[in-house]
């Protein structure tokens, strides 16, 4: 019986190793050597964490500052979006429709990530349609400067990681169900109580999936920033691709690489380090004690 | 003690109450789409009262409570509780609380926070919250539970903290939605006494919600028998059962034999295929030589050895013969289901230790007093549902 359970687990394992722990590996392993001479990619006879310290120069700080900006700013507009959308899907909607609700927040998915990007460069180009329309229903009076600023770059991952979060919520509030809100405000609860203290609490678990699930990707993102961001709207992924790709330093492209991920641990346990101390005086005052129990 | 016995409200032409926890609702109506779930309804309950909806589903019970709780609003009509109109009043600020069906504890809460989580709503102050949860967690016997999640509790435990939930908030009105058709038989029977105890202890109305009529009988004041959004009969349990309105309340409350005849000219009696059937009460309102239909309880029904009958009980009104086809022990009764002819079943009960002893196939004879004997108009549908209607006791 043991020994079924562990055979009926191999293929996971496999594919983990395979395709998460060799590479991951590979690129810790990768970021300790060197670029050796003008056509080599990557050596490791000579182990050092100069590659680090070669990373780590002003520039490499401020893009990596506007990654995390990009990347917190991206999820909680994800979030704002995405917490009233999915929770009028899963709660407010006509249940017969929600089949299709969850198909048109699936539908930009069925096109290829790039050219939906590329799609939002034509809509945003300064002499584009969008542009024109403005200026002709006298909204603005000047061609829109939003292409290649860090504003595009927000706006397009807001738009191509959306669906990641509002999907993970709409199960999340799916599940609830309607006869625990009935509960609520049969206790009194008005809808605002019974949102803050029922449904967004049993939801946390959604929640958490769906903000992560847009964060880590995003912080990784390099197609969004190099189509719509120019040169103001860097981001780390740009700078792992141009080492591997354009300058053939493997090595160094790993130990950018190494931080990116670091940063991405590191500023997710941080931010949910806070919520949870930010929540703590909110749960102390619902939490009950009878005196003897203790 | 209420001096303000105005006609005000003579709407309804009984005389409702409006004291605190009285609840009226006056020419009700609910449409689902096409559907009607609840038709012109009204219904007076008293302060106090332990009243129950009983009906099969479909019948507009849920759909009432749900409107006295205010989750669903009447299309036309008036509900007044404690003589107040609640029309276009949110859930949340009636003075009702409900025990719901499959008890919508809180799961990401303990015990504690499960029954505290009313009083919160109404900013009663820490020490006084505290004071009332240990309360009430004592009267449903669940204070050691007090730190546990509602999802480690058995259901009977569940149901015990949903009524600690309600009851804490000291309503006027407590709504239960079936709240003890997802317990064992057992704790159901027990879950009944404690109920009615505590309701006659508190003082507070109970409408109690069930398709299961042992608990309707055993605990309420008064039954509301319904079906197809109308109220069938409004009595005490004894009424409901010895003296039925119709022939659904009389399939619905307990269990029947049902015999189709014509009704004889007297209109006190029908006959039927096997004989004449007896009441000692006439039907002057049904036209004589209609079809009719007569209800014997499965109780009142003897049953012997067609051996020992008479020779004369052929002729005999309320007296047939047939074969037995089946002996069942029920615990204090013995069951016996005769073949008559060949469309009539007889069901017979008698209590164990003077049943008489037959065996399957035995010829036999089926008795019973014309005092046992119910006419009413003819009702196919509550004939069927009559024997349909499993024996809950």
């Not at chain 1, 109580?193 to 609490?201: D, E, M």
């Amino acid at each position: 019986m043991r020994n079924l359970r562990f055979g009926l687990a191999v293929p996971a394992w496999t594919w983990l190793i395979l395709f998460f722990v060799l590479p991951v590996g590979a690129v810790i392993w990768f970021s300790f050597g060197y670029k050796p001479g003008l056509f080599g990619t990557h050596a490791n006879d000579i182990l050092s964490f100069d590659r680090y310290a070669e990373a780590l120069t002003p520039t490499f700080f401020d893009v990596f500052l506007n990654t995390l900006w990009v990347g917190i700013t991206g999820t909680v507009i994800c979030l704002l979006i995405g917490l009233p959308v999915a929770y009028w899907m899963a709660v407010k909607s006509p249940p017969s429709i929600r089949g299709l609700l969850i198909a048109i927040v699936m539908v930009p998915y069925w096109a290829n990530f790039l050219v939906r990007t590329i799609g939002w460069q034509i809509i945003l180009a300064p002499e584009g349609w969008f542009s024109n329309l403005l200026q002709g229903i006298g909204l603005t009076d000047a061609p829109l400067e939003i292409l290649y600023t860090r504003s595009a770059v927000l706006l397009g991952v807001v738009y191509n990681y959306l669906p990641l979060m509002i999907l993970p919520l709409y199960v999340a509030f799916d599940r609830v169900g309607d006869s625990l809100r009935e509960a609520s405000k049969d206790l009194g609860a008005n809808r605002f109580s019974t949102f803050v203290r029922v449904t967004i609490p049993l939801a946390r678990p959604g929640i958490i999936v769906g903000a992560l699930l847009v964060y880590i990707p995003l912080m990784g993102d390099y197609i969004t920033a190099t189509v719509l961001g120019g040169a103001q709207g860097n981001m780390v992924g740009q700078l792992v691709a141009s080492q591997f790709q354009t300058a053939q330093n493997w090595a160094l492209g790993s130990a950018m690489a190494v931080l990116l991920i670091l940063v991405i641990m590191a500023s997710a346990a941080v931010i949910g380090g806070l919520l949870w101390l930010v929540a703590l005086p909110f749960r102390n005052r619902y939490t009950v004690t009878l005196e003897e129990a203790r | 003690m209420s001096t303000t016995m105005t006609t005000e409200s003579g709407r309804t032409g009984t005389d409702p109450v409006e004291g605190p926890g009285a609840v009226v609702l006056d020419g009700v109506t609910k449409h689902y789409g096409e559907a009607t779930a609840v038709r012109e309804m009204s219904l007076s309950i008293e302060p106090g009262e332990f009243i129950s909806l009983l009906g099969p589903s479909g019948c507009g019970k849920t759909t009432t409570l749900r409107m006295i709780a205010g989750f669903e609003q009447p299309d036309a009509g008036d509900i007044r509780v404690s003589g107040r109109s609640v029309l276009g009043v949110p859930a949340y600020r009636r003075d009702v609380n409900t025990v719901f069906q499959a008890y919508a504890l809180f799961p990401h809460m303990s015990v504690a926070e499960n029954v505290a989580y009313g009083l919160q709503q109404r900013r009663t102050p820490k020490a006084e919250i505290r004071e009332r949860v240990a309360s009430a967690l004592d009267l449903v016997q669940m204070r050691r539970f007090a730190d546990r999640k509602s999802t480690q509790l058995s259901g009977g435990q569940q149901q015990r903290i949903a009524l600690a939930r309600a009851l804490v908030n000291r309503p006027s009105v407590l709504l239960l939605d079936e709240p003890l058709g997802a317990l064992d038989r057992q704790l159901r029977e027990e879950m009944q006494l404690e109920l009615k105890l505590l309701q006659s202890r508190l003082g507070i109305t109970f409408v109690f919600v069930t398709h299961d009529q042992g608990e309707a009988l055993s605990m309420s004041d008064r039954i509301a028998i319904m079906r197809d959004g109308r109220i069938e009969q409004l009595a005490d349990a004894d009424t409901v059962y010895a003296r039925p309105s119709s022939a659904y309340v009389a399939a619905f409350v307990g269990q029947q034999n049902f015999i189709e005849g014509a009704l004889t000219a007297s209109r006190d009696g029908i006959a039927t295929a096997h004989g004449i059937v007896q009441a000692t009460t006439a039907r002057p309102d049904l036209p004589a030589g209609s079809v009719a239909q007569a209800a014997i309880r499965p109780e009142f029904v003897e049953v012997a050895d067609a051996s020992a009958a008479g020779e004369d009980a052929p002729t005999r009104p309320n007296l047939v013969r047939g074969t037995l086809i089946g002996v069942s022990h029920l615990g204090e009764t013995m069951q016996y289901l005769v073949r008559v002819g060949d469309d009539l079943s007889v069901i017979a009960r008698r209590p164990t230790p003077d049943a008489p002893r037959l065996a399957v196939g035995d010829e036999v004879v089926c008795s019973w007093r014309t005092e046992s004997v119910q006419l009413f108009a003819l009702d196919a549908a509550a004939a069927e549902a009559g024997y349909v209607e499993p024996p809950t006791n």
